[in-house]
């Protein structure tokens, strides 16, 4: 059973332009939704998260927005930049299990920003 | 880049055979996370450990299991691989157990596992 839908499977962007990936969650309990950033040969970065009191994160070019009664966060990349190539994940966790969970990824968007 | 290390970068195994995979936690760090990513899918959670004792598990069955050091780094070990264990193998250290919120978790660069 996957608990977090990300959309699309890949994208691609003119240089300027607006990224926007989106995801969906199932468990309720999930209470913190980061996003990662993955270059080739590279782990997994943290680019940005939220917790679910609030309804917008901005942080530079990148603005994750959530919609707690549909159970939907989407990652918006502002001003697409070439260097923003790379696959995007978004994750979700139970912070009261103290990590024990870990965290849940979506499956992952391979992100293309043309020149 | 972040100081979490994980050796070796590639493997090659055969069905059956036994791997034993290692990470180093960055500075500070005493809980460890280990993540499967398989080809063009998200990282899956393993398990953790945190201060040498298991701390949560994922859906794997026992024969993935771990090892967490006094200097918190740590081991993933398989027995009897299977073909469907070839992927990425995600290490990530944190500072402790508050949770990824607080905790952030950093990972390595992965050791890339093929099953033959």
């Known amino acids: 059973q996957q608990q977090v839908k990300q959309s699309p499977q890949s994208l691609i962007v003119q240089k300027g332009g607006i990224s926007i990936i989106n995801c969906a969650y199932e468990?309720?309990?999930?209470?913190?939704f980061p996003w990662y950033q993955q270059f080739p040969g590279k782990g997994p970065a943290l680019l940005i998260a939220?917790?679910?009191?609030?309804s917008e994160k901005k942080e530079g070019r990148f603005t994750i927005s959530f919609n707690k009664s549909a159970k939907q966060f989407s990652l918006h990349i502002m001003d697409s930049q070439p260097g923003d190539s790379a696959t995007y994940f978004c994750?979700?966790?139970?912070?009261?299990?103290?990590?024990?969970?870990?965290?849940?990824f979506g499956k992952g968007t391979h992100l293309i920003i043309q020149p | 880049e972040t100081g979490v290390t994980q050796s070796p970068t590639h493997l090659i195994k055969t069905r059956g055979q036994q791997v034993t995979l290692r990470c180093s936690s960055q500075s500070g760090h005493n809980t460890v996370s280990w993540y499967q990513q398989a080809l063009g899918q998200g990282p899956q959670f393993i398990f953790q450990y945190y201060r040498e004792e298991e701390n949560g598990r994922g859906n794997f069955p026992p024969r993935f299991s771990g090892l967490q050091f006094p200097n918190y780094s740590s081991e993933l070990n398989v027995n009897a691989l299977e073909l469907d264990d070839s992927a990425l193998y995600l290490c990530a250290s944190s500072r402790g157990l508050a949770g990824p919120s607080t905790d952030t978790q950093y990972f390595g660069p992965g050791t890339r596992l093929t099953v033959l």
């Open positions: 994750a979700a966790s139970v912070e009261g299990t103290r990590g024990a969970d870990g965290l849940t």
């Open positions: 468990n309720t309990a999930f209470d913190y």
């Open positions: 939220i917790r679910p009191d609030v």
